[in-house]
Nanobody, 128 residues
Framework: QVQLVESGGGLVQAGDSLRLSCATSGGTLGNYAMGWFRQAPGKEREFVAA????????YYTDSVKGRFTCSRDNAKNTMYLQMNTLKPDDTAVYYC?????????????????????WGQGTQVTVSS
């Protein structure tokens, strides 16, 4: 059974950078779209970024455009989220997701949550 495992979260100061990783175990997801969601305390889960199966197309929520970069290395079965110029509003649990069937980033952005495979999440805390 394919599982997603996030790593790289932590406590940083505003303006710092972090890189999250999402490793795939128990199989490969190189043919499917992947992405990131986050959930801050007391708030609903929100979409952050998505990447198509090849890594050539990406899509971001407006609040992270120009600061976050999503990439993937299919040879390593790993996806990344490079987060620069972090803000306190970026504080959240970050979840890695993968489409169960789709190859386009739209399969992440528009998919019902049950259509996605979810990781366990990694905490990112940004202090002011």
């Amino acid at each position: 059974q394919v599982q997603l495992v996030e790593s790289g979260g932590g406590l940083v100061q505003a303006g710092d950078s972090l890189r999250l990783s999402c490793a795939t175990s128990g199989g490969t997801l190189g043919n499917y779209a992947m992405g990131w969601f986050r959930q801050a305390p007391g708030k609903e889960r929100e979409f952050v970024a998505a990447i198509n199966w090849s890594g050539h197309s990406t899509y971001y929520t407006d609040s992270v455009k120009g600061r976050f970069t999503c990439s993937r290395d299919n040879a390593k079965n790993t996806m990344y989220l490079q987060m620069n110029t972090l803000k306190p509003d970026d504080t959240a649990v970050y979840y890695c997701v993968a489409s169960r069937t789709g190859t386009s980033f739209t399969d992440i952005v528009q998919a019902p949550p049950l259509n996605l495979l979810w990781g366990q999440g990694t905490q990112v805390t940004v202090s002011s």
